[in-house]
């Protein structure tokens, strides 16, 4: 009977304490055009908005994703928009059209 009431009580001690480790960086997106690298979505230590993405939090995984996204590409276009040759504003959005699907957002 004490076993079963100690193991009772640590297993409700197990389950109000859970919470959902997010990997270090959860955005999977390699592309840099430009040497842009997507912005990380990292675990925010929030229980309630987990994601992470430059301080702000989110959540839920899509939204941090898609700001992550949108972080990317508005760098990549900023290069574009300063005169680097090498890039286009088109090549940025085709790049964002690329990693939205890859991330599935």
Do not use: H, W
């Not at 193991?7 to 304490?17: E, N």
């Amino acid at each position: 009977m004490k076993f079963s009431t100690t193991f009772l009580v640590l297993a409700t001690i197990a389950a109000t304490q859970a919470r959902i480790y997010i990997r270090a960086n959860s955005q999977t997106f390699t592309g840099a055009l430009g040497g842009v690298a997507a912005t990380p979505v990292d675990d925010s230590g929030d229980a309630k908005k987990p994601f992470s993405v430059k301080g702000d939090t989110f959540v839920n995984l899509s939204a941090a994703l898609q700001r992550s996204c949108d972080q990317q590409f508005n760098a990549c276009a900023n290069l574009a928009n300063g005169g680097d040759q090498t890039i286009s504003v088109a090549d940025c959005t085709a790049q964002k059209g690329e990693l939205k699907l890859i991330v599935n957002i």
